[in-house]
């Protein structure tokens, strides 16, 4: 039995005659774009996220990209965030007109280390990026004294995390709610994943949400009006529909991803090789990826290839290791916890539809590679 590292026909099987009628309805409608879905979306991902405003978007990239162009940085200015994450995270600093200053992450979680962060303020820097790496929640009570004690703007990173929780002072704040502003990606692998691209911008503040509005649609609030030069990013009404009916299913979906997560982690306890995901007690982890350390890591890679499991590698290279950043001058060594997951790290299928059959099967090939 072949086991894939994520099965979106499975998904897609069990949701059908719920998604279809929302699709057929957008096409015998023909308002493919900001339909009435679009705010109806908006409104119950705010809803999910305790923020005041969703705006939805093309992509997550263009989640990040847009409030960072909102704050108009100029040549030298510096936003600091992780190396180990996805590439739009700094590429979007970049395209922004910032400047990306990477810094270390916590080995145990993988987030920003709010020390690191610390010592990397200076006075030309602007805003931290805050990534919620894999689907649990950056220690977000560290950052933001840091954050309004240098007069930095905060944005949450989303992307893999949306409906993660992290208590803070006795109470549940969800992924997106804390930040100046938030992004969203509902790409087709993550936890909400839409039928194509997508994403969403979060914040509470009245002010930007009104902003991102504009420079999502060519920077004007009405047609042929434009009081700045934004760009073309609108999620579309198809893929809104389909992101209203999956959002009823995601509750149960991240607890499944909690199930299937727990009983990795039981079968791998005790064993001098298998690192499991460590879970900050914090933190409620929403699992978009279920992340191991170990040690011979291609090599595992390569045994699970040839047992026909689905693996991959979240991230084999640091963002201040690719070659579009040598200018910035960083170097192996550089970031040294960073650098050891980037040699250690290897996700495993998670996925609410992962069978019991399944998962033994992938559990079996981890363990019996180490003995």
Known sequence: MTVPLLDLVAQYQS?????????QSVIERQQFIMGPEIGQLEAEVARL?????????????DALLLPLKSLRLEPGDEVIAPAFTFFATAGTIHNAGGTPVFVDIDPSTFNLDPAAVEAAITPRTRAIVAVHLYGQMAAMERLLPLALRHKLFL?????????????????WRVAGELGWASALSFFPSKNLGAWGDGG????????????LRKLRLHGGAKQYHHEEVGTNSRLDTLQAAVLLVKLGYLAGWSAARRDRAARYSHAFAGSADICPPTVDPANEHIFHQYTIRVPRRDDLAAHLKSKGI???????????????????GYRRGSLPATEDAMASVLSLPIYPELTVAQQNIVIEAVRDFYR
């Open 15 to 23: 949701i059908k005659d719920a998604v279809m009628p929302a699709l």
């Open 49 to 61: 996220s305790h923020t005041n405003h969703g705006i939805a978007c093309a992509s997550g990239t």
């Open 155 to 171: 944005i949450e990173d989303a992307a893999q995390a949306i409906g993660a929780r992290r208590q803070m002072d006795g109470e």
């Open 200 to 211: 969403m911008m979060l914040t509470q503040d009245d002010a930007l949400a009104e902003r």
């Open 310 to 328: 689905g693996h991959a590698i979240y991230y084999p290279t640091g963002l201040h290791l690719q070659p579009c950043f040598g200018h910035l």
